[in-house]
């Protein structure tokens, strides 16, 4: 069972009580409980989430089915880049529940009024978080994680370089793998970035695989799928994104990998240089090896119920 943490007094005396004194119904008032106090665990599986609204002292629900995938776009100036790359998801998770959450990490471009468009247009939920500032890649998916409504989250970089065929192909696989899998990482076949850019991420990947022995040959895919209530779990800095596999295992998870086939950019330039991909790794790497060093594998908890 999740625990959870204590509810906001209103909160509470919303999720027990309607404004004529009736009590509620109870998975009602576990969303509220979950919407309002929860922290660290995914809310219960199954249950509709009701959302408040305020009207003359009196409290209505709206009803908001939660879809099972949620997929995260980080993207900072890729305006250009979305409508299509929208298009393609559409297509290629045709006929199953998901919504699409675009990370808008400080754009200065049209991102906002594109995105708008886009909204209108589409048949399934786009929603649109925007940063005041730019945080970078990483702190852009927390944002999305917290957001996200489905059981599991999908993540693709915004710039089109991810072919959003592949985000199935892996949802498939975590779901297949059972259990004591926590995510599913891409791996990029055919790299299409510059040569420079190609051998800064092969450096970073083959020291950090040989330091952290996750089994990954390339973490810096955007293609990966996770179960949204680890994914939280995972300790965020700018730069989680590159130790997905790593910071999994910590947590007592094993991790499977499927190959992609990358693509050249369309539009615009990476927002990313070489110096984010390459050096500035190699510190990150050190942080997360004193993690796991200092650090033991998360236990499995089961309670004993006697009598």
């Not at 005396?13 to 004194?21: D, E, Q």
């Not at 002292?57 to 993207?75: G, K, L, T």
């Not at 890729?78 to 400080?106: C, H, K, Q, S, T």
């Not at 390459?278 to 050190?286: C, T």
């Amino acid at each position: 069972m999740p625990s959870w943490s204590t509810p906001h007094p209103t909160a509470l005396r919303a999720a027990t009580f309607s404004h004529k004194g009736r009590r509620e119904n109870p998975k009602r008032a576990a969303c509220l409980r979950h919407r309002f106090g929860w922290r660290n665990e995914a809310p219960p599986t199954g249950l509709i989430r009701w959302t408040a609204r305020h009207r003359s002292n009196a409290i209505s629900y709206d009803r908001v089915e939660m879809p099972e995938i949620s997929i995260v776009i980080p993207c900072r100036n890729e305006a250009a880049n979305l409508p299509l790359l929208l298009d393609e998801i559409g297509a290629a998770m045709a006929g199953r529940d998901f919504e699409v959450i675009v990370v808008d990490d400080g754009s200065t471009d049209d991102t906002p009024s594109v995105l708008a468009a886009q909204a209108a247009l589409r048949a399934f939920p786009l929603r649109h978080l925007r940063h005041a500032k730019s945080a970078g890649q990483s702190l852009s998916v927390r944002s999305g994680a917290w957001a996200a409504r489905g059981d599991i989250v999908a993540t693709i970089d915004g710039d089109g370089q991810n072919d959003p065929g592949y985000i199935p192909v892996l949802i498939d696989a975590l779901r297949q793998a059972g259990p004591e899998v926590g995510a599913a990482q891409g791996q990029r076949l055919k790299r299409r970035d510059s040569k420079i850019k190609q051998l800064a991420s092969r450096f970073a990947n083959g020291l950090r695989k040989a330091i952290l022995h996750d089994e990954t040959r390339d973490t810096g895919c955007g293609l990966k799928a996770i179960h949204t209530d680890i994914l939280r779990k995972l300790p965020f800095f700018d730069g989680t994104h590159r130790f997905v596999p790593a910071l999994v295992i910590q947590e007592g998870y094993r991790v499977v990998h499927c190959d992609v086939v990358d693509r050249s950019r369309r539009h615009g330039k990476s927002n990313y240089g070489i110096f984010d991909r390459g050096l500035q790794g190699v510190l990150d790497l050190a942080g997360v090896w004193w993690l796991r060093r200092r650090r033991r594998r998360m236990p499995k908890v089961e309670e004993i119920r006697h009598g």
